[in-house]
């Protein structure tokens, strides 16, 4: 039987009291996600410098083995980042070309993507590149990482 008096619907105090929960599951969230995302891009950041230095690394070998023509007084590593995906010709039998990488990565905490670039003969805190080849490269954030390091140390 139906009467008028049995009706349906959330009451003012529920609403309010869902609203305060999932108020609060979001304030937990929210920083929690900042933490991810910021983790991710400096995870990120350590794998794109492992491969170009691994990159740089293995056109210093090369270099060594005499397997890379260079002039005399330089110091095996490539004049810039392009040269590690142009390629190099190898002085071999077949005069085959190397490249070492197929891109070169970019810098995720930064707008441009763009590397900070120190030469064999920079120090090794310098922020000026001498522009003779590229030995190192680095971040050129300035902001902290999660363990409180800067990201141009890394």
Do not use: C
Request: proline share 4%.
């Amino acid at each position: 039987m139906y009467t008028a008096n049995n009706q349906t619907g959330v009451t003012l105090v529920e609403m309010v009291a869902t609203l305060a929960i999932i108020s609060i599951l979001a304030t937990g969230i929210l920083p929690l996600s900042q933490v991810v995302y910021k983790r991710t891009r400096e995870m990120e950041l350590r794998n794109n410098l492992r491969v170009i230095r691994r990159a740089l690394d293995a056109h210093k070998v090369l270099v060594d083995e005499k397997v890379i023509p260079v002039g005399p007084g330089a110091s095996g590593y490539p004049e810039s980042l392009e040269i590690l995906v142009t390629g190099v010709d190898l002085k071999t039998a077949t005069s085959e070309k190397r490249k070492f990488l197929r891109r070169i990565p970019k810098d995720p905490l930064v707008e441009d993507g763009q590397w900070g670039l120190r030469s064999y003969a920079d120090d090794s805190n310098s922020s000026i590149w001498g522009g003779q080849d590229v030995y190192d490269v680095y971040s050129l954030s300035d902001k902290q990482a999660i363990d409180g390091s800067y990201y141009r140390e890394w």
